[in-house]
Antibody, heavy 117, light 108 residues
Framework: QVQLQESGPGLVKPSETLSLTCSVS????????WTWIRQPPGKGLEWIGYALYSGDTHYNPSLKSRVSISVDRSKNQFSLTLSSVTAADTAVFYCARTTGARPFDLWGRGTLVTVSS | DIQMTQSPSTLSASVGDRVTITCRASQSISSWLAWYQQKPGKAPKVLIY???SLESGVPSRFSGSGSGTEFTLTISSLQPDDSATYYCQQYNSYSPLTFGGGTKVEIK
């Protein structure tokens, strides 16, 4: 059974770069859109972007200048970096997968990242 | 961006009630709509995809309908385990992909 697990620092200072990794176990990173979604405390869901196995990426225009998502085939994982963070970036970050023509059928448990000095 | 507007934002109903949640898209998304259920501290779980297709393993009391810009999620007989927040999501356009603001369902 395929599972996703997020990992990374729970606290990031303002103006620094947030980095998270999503490990894919029980399956391969090929054939899917590997996606990051965030949810500020008490608020709704925001799609950040995705990366394909091929290396192609697509980002939310509202975050495009600060975000990067990549897939590491050798480690069977994918990663998110978000630069120049502010308190408004405090959120639970989820990794998820889709085929593109399907909804997100598999999610990680989520990891809370707080931006604070 | 395609804006997704859900209503109501909260609703309170009794066990056994029929519950309907509406989602409106700011432009046509054909049937590229999904519904998710999220419980506190958990990741969302997909219930419905392509507007009306029931995801495997989801109870049959959940159903979806609509196309174009108007969609509904119906719970035919509300159960205590259905207390959660429900989100719609369009995947017609990834520029960007968008979610509704959520509907919190409470049990009276």
């Amino acid at each position: 059974q395929v599972q996703l697990q997020e990992s990374g620092p729970g606290l990031v200072k303002p103006s620094e770069t947030l980095s998270l990794t999503c490990s894919v176990s029980g399956g391969s990173v090929s054939g899917y859109y590997w996606t990051w979604i965030r949810q500020p405390p008490g608020k709704g869901l925001e799609w950040i972007g995705y990366a394909l196995y091929s290396g192609d990426t697509h980002y939310n225009p509202s975050l495009k200048s600060r975000v990067s998502i990549s897939v590491d085939r050798s480690k069977n994982q994918f990663s998110l970096t978000l630069s120049s963070v502010t308190a408004a970036d405090t959120a639970v970050f989820y990794c998820a997968r889709t085929t593109g023509a399907r909804p997100f059928d598999l999610w990680g448990r989520g990891t809370l990242v707080t931006v604070s000095s | 961006d395609i804006q997704m507007t859900q209503s109501p934002s909260t609703l309170s109903a009794s066990v056994g009630d029929r519950v309907t949640i509406t989602c409106r898209a700011s432009q046509s998304i054909s049937s590229w709509l999904a519904w998710y259920q999220q419980k506190p501290g958990k990741a969302p779980k997909v219930l419905i995809y392509k507007a009306s297709s029931l995801e495997s393993g989801v109870p049959s009391r959940f159903s979806g309908s609509g196309s174009g810009t108007e969609f509904t999620l119906t719970i035919s007989s509300l159960q205590p385990d259905d207390s959660a927040t429900y989100y719609c999501q369009q995947y017609n356009s990834y520029s960007p992909l968008t979610f509704g603001g959520g509907t919190k369902v409470e049990i009276k």
